[in-house]
C-alpha cells in the first residue's frame, strides 16, 4: 500500500497570505489528522477528521481550518499567515477512529512564511 | 493536564554501545503509548507501540521498550545502537475516551558516535 502522501512538499508564502495543505491517507484509513511541528513548541495537535467530520480540535486560533473529503482525502487551510506559522505541517491517517490505533505519518510540508 | 516528559534532549552514544531513552506520562486510568523516529527531514515513523497486554514490547530496527504503570513511564532501548540509529525520538501518549489526539514529548535526539 502506498504511504500518506503529502503535497506540497515544500512553500513558502509572505505574511497576510493563505495557504492549503493537502493530505492523502492510506487507501482504506477513514481517519486523518493534522500537527504543526516547531523548534519551540515541538509536535502539537490541530485537528482530526473522521468520514468528514471534525471530531478534536487542538489549542490553534481559528485561522487554522480544514476538511475532510468523501474519498477521507483532507486539506488544511491557513489564513492570514504569520511568521510564526512557519512550520512543519504533518498529517496522519489511521483505519478508523477507534481509539488507540497507531497513526501512520506522512513526510510532511515545510511551509516558510517570510 | 496531560503531558508527557522526555528529560534528555540529546543523547550521545558510541556506536554498539545500549541505549536508554526515557519517556514519563502523567497518570491516567487509560493510555496508549508510542515510540516514532524522525531522521532529517523526513515524517515520523512508529518504531513501537503499547495497547495492552505484555509490558514488554518489541519493535523495529532490534528496538523495545517497557511499559511501567506505577511508575508512568514507557522507556525506550536498544541493547547495541548503530551509526544509521542516530534521529530524534518521540514518546507519544494517547488517552483513552472521546480524544484521539496524540500528545507528544519534547524528542530525544540519539547522536552515535563511531
Known amino acids: 500500500k502506498a504511504g500518506v502522501t503529502q503535497t506540497p512538499r515544500y512553500l513558502i508564502k509572505t505574511r497576510g497570505q493563505q495557504v492549503t495543505l493537502s493530505c492523502s491517507p492510506i487507501s482504506g484509513h477513514r481517519s486523518v489528522s493534522w500537527y504543526q511541528q516547531t523548534p519551540g513548541q515541538g509536535l502539537q495537535f490541530l485537528f482530526e477528521?473522521?468520514?468528514?467530520?471534525?471530531?478534536n480540535k487542538g489549542n490553534f486560533p481559528g485561522r487554522f481550518s480544514g476538511r475532510q473529503f468523501s474519498n477521507s482525502r483532507s486539506e488544511m487551510n491557513v489564513s492570514t499567515l504569520e511568521l510564526g506559522d512557519s512550520a512543519l505541517y504533518l498529517c496522519a491517517s489511521r483505519p478508523s477512529g477507534t481509539s488507540g490505533t497507531e497513526q501512520y505519518f506522512g513526510p510532511g510540508t515545510r511551509l516558510t512564511v517570510t | 493536564a496531560q503531558s508527557v516528559t522526555q528529560l534528555d534532549s540529546q543523547v550521545p552514544v558510541f556506536e554498539e554501545a545500549p541505549v536508554e531513552l526515557r519517556c514519563n506520562y502523567s497518570?491516567?486510568?487509560?493510555?496508549?503509548l508510542f515510540w516514532y523516529v524522525q531522521y532529517p527531514n523526513q515524517g515520523l515513523q512508529l518504531l513501537l507501540k503499547?495497547?495492552?497486554?505484555?509490558?514488554l514490547v518489541k519493535g523495529i530496527n532490534g528496538f523495545e521498550a517497557e511499559f511501567n504503570k506505577s511508575q508512568t513511564s514507557f522507556h525506550l532501548r536498544k541493547p547495541s545502537v548503530h551509526i544509521s540509529d542516530t534521529a530524534e525520538y518521540f514518546c507519544a501518549v494517547m488517552y483513552g475516551g472521546a480524544t484521539n489526539k496524540l500528545i507528544f514529548g519534547t524528542g530525544t535526539l540519539l547522536a552515535v558516535q563511531p
Open positions: 477528521y473522521f468520514s468528514e467530520t471534525q471530531r
Open positions: 503499547y495497547l495492552s497486554g505484555s509490558t
Open positions: 497518570s491516567s486510568v487509560s493510555v496508549y
